[in-house]
């Protein structure tokens, strides 16, 4: 995985099995199980570029 280069590794899998497969990979990184799909629901405002810092 990427944390011997300095990257922080997140993995996100529905998948109890692929997610021991990277742990047993990657102990440090940091895994969840859960599915990843955007939950129904209203849309989630964006964030624009074009602010400006006061």
Do not use: K
Request: hydrophobic share 30%; proline share 17%; glycine share 8%.
């Amino acid at each position: 995985m990427r944390s011997p280069h300095g990257v922080a590794v997140t993995g996100l899998d529905p998948t109890p099995t692929l997610i021991e497969a990277a742990r047993a990979r990657d102990p440090q990184g940091t895994y969840m199980e859960a599915p990843a799909q955007r939950p129904q629901g209203p849309p989630t405002p964006s964030i624009s570029s074009s602010a400006t810092s006061v």
